[in-house]
C-alpha cells in the first residue's frame, strides 16, 4: 500500500499548525518569573518558577516534535515516509494517524 502524500502532508500540517498555536499561547508562562509578590497574587514565587519551568520543558517537547514533523517533509520528498527506519516495512496508517511523524513501525518502537 502506498502512502497517501495528499493525507500526509494534511496530518503533518494540521499537527505543525496546532503546535504553533499551544507555544504561542503559551508564551506569557514561560517569560521570566518577576519578583513582585503582588503580580503573582497569592502564587508563592516558587510556585511560579514552578510553572514556568513546566511550560519550558513543553515548549521544548513541541519544538522537538515540531522539528520531526519537518523531517517528516523531507522523508515525504524523498519517498521515505511511511516506512520504518529500522526494518524498511511500512508504518500502519493508524500509527500515522495518530502520529503522523512517526519513524518506526510499532515493533521496532518497542525495542
Do not use: H, N, W
Not at 57 to 72: F, G, N, P, T, V
Not at 75 to 101: A, F, M, N, T, V
Amino acid at each position: 500500500m502506498a502512502v497517501d502524500e495528499k493525507l500526509a502532508r494534511a496530518r503533518l500540517d494540521a499537527r505543525k499548525t496546532e503546535l504553533e498555536a499551544m507555544s504561542a499561547m503559551s508564551a506569557d508562562d514561560r517569560a521570566a518569573v518577576t519578583l513582585d509578590q503582588q503580580s503573582v497574587g497569592r502564587l508563592s514565587r516558587m510556585d511560579a518558577m514552578q510553572q514556568q519551568a513546566m511550560s519550558q520543558a513543553q515548549e521544548r517537547a513541541r519544538a522537538s516534535e515540531l522539528l520531526r514533523i519537518d523531517q517528516a517533509f523531507r522523508r515525504l520528498g524523498d519517498g521515505e515516509y511511511g516506512y520504518c527506519q529500522e526494518c524498511g516495512e511500512e508504518i500502519p496508517d493508524k500509527r500515522l494517524e495518530i502520529d503522523p511523524s512517526a519513524v518506526s513501525c510499532v515493533k521496532c518502537a518497542d525495542k
